[in-house]
């Protein structure tokens, strides 16, 4: 009965980044720099067969340097006609392969190419936007394959919410079912 509930959230991730709409597209992804929390917004490029999540970055981004330190991260979505939440943690692994981040490269969007090639790190203090200068003959393109070891599935209804988790052994799933 448990398992009903971790292939919904399968499908919904999937469909997170198949459907451009769907509320899981832009979530809420967390990392740790210096022992203190970072969130910030990302966009679901992928989900793999073994519920791997991909997102793209510029590797000068402050993400990349919080994973390096410490590769546990939280992610958190939510879908607000369905009151469905789904919350994941696990490690996050930069992409280092070249040929997997060409393909990846080759899936982003000609126009949205150029955001990863800003003449100067994101996040650098600017005094007017306008002044922004790209340099197209490198990229700063890097692909981040973020791994669950745990996913949990809140389902707010009346007259009972539902909660379960999920934790990763080996290749398998485990469920329990928790007090929402």
Wanted: charge should be positive.
């Amino acid at each position: 009965m448990k398992n009903q509930y971790l292939e919904e959230a399968k499908r919904e991730l999937i469909n997170g980044h198949a459907k451009k709409r769907h509320p899981f597209r832009y979530f809420v992804l967390a990392t740790n720099e210096n022992g203190q929390p970072r969130q910030r917004t990302v966009v679901l490029r992928k989900t793999l067969l073994d519920s791997s999540l991909v997102i793209y970055t510029d590797k000068r981004t402050q993400k990349i340097k919080d994973i390096q330190n410490n590769s546990e991260f939280s992610a958190l979505f939510y879908d607000s006609k369905k009151l469905l939440q789904i919350r994941i943690e696990g490690k996050a692994e930069l992409i280092t392969d070249k040929e997997q981040i060409a393909t990846y490269w080759h899936t982003v969007q000609q126009e949205s190419k150029k955001d990863y090639t800003t003449s100067i790190a994101p996040g650098t203090p600017i005094i007017n936007p306008e002044e922004l200068s790209y340099d197209t003959n490198e990229n700063y393109f890097s692909p981040v394959k973020l791994v669950p070891n745990t996913i949990e599935y809140l389902r707010l209804n009346r007259p009972n919410h539902l909660r379960v988790l999920f934790t990763r052994i080996d290749d398998d799933w485990s469920g329990e079912f928790l007090v929402p």
